[in-house]
Structures are given as structure tokens and as C-alpha cells.
């Protein structure tokens, strides 16, 4: 089992930036993937950014240019740095780690961390 706690979330004006931070505990070792994921009201969540255990990472369209994820594999901790917010990037943002593979692979999810631009 994998806990997550996401952290960082708040409200900034248009052009601002915000980090999140997502702390993970529990079987830490068996986390493939970490990603971020956000759900704006009345749509379906979605990938934002993720990074594998090797360090590749995989960005949203919408992300790039903008948002960096990065991870701190002693503290187990993975970051969502985002830059040059817009009122569009309002939503929930959720932490996912993925364990196993294929048939055997879980998700974990934390209780998300809700970002507000303002326009």
C-alpha cells in the first residue's frame, strides 16, 4: 500500500506559480510511476505530468512550457512546479503512483490540492 498527501495548492492570480508537493509513504519501493493529474469542475480528471522511477518524464500538452515535474527519490517526494498558471489550469490536482505492471498494477491517489488562477 502507498499513501500520498498532496500539498501546495492555492490561489494566484494569471502569470503566477504555485509547487506542489506530493509526499509518498508506505511501499515506496514498489512506486513505478508518479504522476499528477487534475479535475476542473464538470470535466474528467486528467494527466497532467508524470515521471517513471528512471527518471523519464511525460507532460499534457497543455503542461509543457509551463509545468515541471521532478521527484526526490531519497524523501519520496515528487514536485509539480507550475509557472505562467491560467485561469484554465484551475482544478483539483491529484497525486497517482502506480505500482506493478499489467494485470498487477495499482493506482493510489491522494485527497487532492485544489489550484485557483484568477483572472
Known amino acids: 500500500q502507498v499513501q500520498l498527501v498532496e500539498s501546495g495548492g492555492g490561489l494566484v492570480q494569471t502569470g503566477g506559480s504555485l509547487r506542489l508537493s506530493c509526499l509518498a509513504y508506505?511501499?515506496?519501493?514498489?512506486?513505478?510511476?508518479m504522476g499528477w493529474y487534475r479535475q476542473a469542475p464538470g470535466k474528467q480528471r486528467e494527466l497532467v505530468a508524470a515521471?517513471?522511477?528512471?527518471?523519464?518524464?511525460n507532460y499534457a500538452d497543455s503542461a509543457k512550457g509551463r509545468f515541471t515535474i521532478s521527484r526526490d527519490y531519497a524523501k519520496n517526494i515528487v514536485y509539480l512546479q507550475l509557472n505562467s498558471l491560467k485561469p484554465e489550469d484551475t482544478a483539483v490536482y491529484y497525486c497517482n503512483a502506480e505500482t506493478g505492471w499489467g494485470t498487477s498494477r495499482l493506482d493510489f491517489w491522494g485527497q487532492g490540492t485544489r489550484v485557483t488562477v484568477s483572472s
Open positions: 508506505g511501499s515506496t519501493f514498489s512506486i513505478n510511476v
Open positions: 515521471i517513471t522511477s528512471g527518471g523519464s518524464t
